[in-house]
C-alpha cells in the first residue's frame, strides 16, 4: 500500500529548543495533515495544508506542503513541556478516495 | 456534544465473540471514518463513508469486520468471531464533507482475550 515515510521516529529535546519533523512518500498528495496524539487520546488535528508549496502557522507550528506534493515538514518553535506526544502526518492520496494515509509518528520529549 | 463521540471507551471480549463499537460524529459532518491503532503505530484506515453509504471499504481486514451507517449519522462497527490479533484501538473520525481535516474521537479500545 501507500507508505507515508516519517522522521525521526523519537526525538529528545531541552525546552525552548526548535523541533523539526517531516514526511515524505514516492505518492502525490492533494492534501497534507499534521496532528498530535496524548495518550489515551485520540489524534488532534494541528495543521491542513491543500495546496502545493503553502505555508502555514498555527501559533508555534509552522508546516508546509512540499512543492513536489509528495512531502510535507513541521516545525516546532520554542518548544515547552506540554508539546510531549506523538505527532503524526497523514495526507489524501492524488486520485485516491478521501481516506487519510497517516505517517508511523515521531515522539517528541520535551525536558524541562 | 460538540465532538465526535465512541462507546464504549473499553471492551473486553473472548476470542470467538462478537463486538460492536459504535460512532457518533460531529453533527452536520456527512463523511465518516474507522481506523484502528495498534501500540507504536499510526492509525491504519478501515472504511469511510459519505452519507449512507461505503464509498471506500479498502482497509476492511477481512469479512469479519463489517460497518454500517443506516442514517448517515452513527456508524456501528460490527467484528464476528473476534480473535486476539484483533485487539486495537478503534478511532472513528468525521468531516464535513471529505475534504476538509478530520476530527477524531478518543477509540474503542478492543482486547480480545
Known amino acids: 500500500g501507500q507508505q507515508l515515510n516519517q522522521s525521526p521516529q523519537s526525538m529528545f529535546i531541552q525546552e525552548g529548543e526548535d523541533v523539526s519533523m517531516n514526511c515524505t512518500s514516492s505518492s502525490i498528495f492533494n492534501t497534507w495533515l499534521w496532528y498530535k496524539q496524548d495518550p489515551g487520546e485520540g489524534p488532534v488535528l494541528l495543521i491542513a495544508?491543500?495546496?502545493?508549496?503553502e505555508l502555514t502557522s498555527n501559533g508555534r507550528l509552522t508546516a508546509q506542503f512540499g512543492i513536489t506534493r509528495k512531502d510535507s515538514f513541521l516545525n516546532i518553535s520554542a518548544s515547552i513541556p506540554s508539546d510531549v506526544g506523538i505527532y503524526f502526518c497523514?495526507?489524501?492520496?492524488?486520485?485516491?478516495?478521501?481516506?487519510?494515509?497517516f505517517g508511523k509518528g515521531t515522539k517528541l520529549t520535551v525536558n524541562p | 456534544g460538540a465532538g465526535v463521540s465512541q462507546t464504549p471507551s473499553n471492551k473486553v471480549t473472548e476470542k470467538g465473540k462478537y463486538v460492536e463499537l459504535r460512532c457518533d460524529p460531529i453533527?452536520?459532518?456527512?463523511?465518516l471514518y474507522w481506523y484502528r491503532q495498534s501500540l507504536g503505530q499510526g492509525p491504519e484506515f478501515l472504511i469511510y463513508f459519505q452519507g449512507t453509504g461505503a464509498a471506500d471499504d479498502s482497509g476492511l481486514p477481512n469479512d469479519r469486520f463489517f460497518a454500517v451507517r443506516p442514517e448517515g449519522s452513527v456508524s456501528t462497527l460490527k467484528i464476528q468471531r473476534t480473535e486476539r490479533g484483533d485487539s486495537a484501538v478503534y478511532l472513528c473520525?468525521?468531516?464535513?464533507?471529505?475534504?476538509?481535516?478530520?476530527?477524531f474521537g478518543e477509540g474503542s479500545r478492543l482486547t480480545v482475550l
Open positions: 497523514a495526507g489524501q492520496l492524488q486520485g485516491g478516495s478521501e481516506k487519510l494515509v
Open positions: 473520525a468525521s468531516s464535513l464533507n471529505g475534504q476538509t481535516g478530520l476530527f
Open positions: 495544508l491543500y495546496k502545493a508549496g
Open positions: 453533527s452536520g459532518h456527512t463523511a
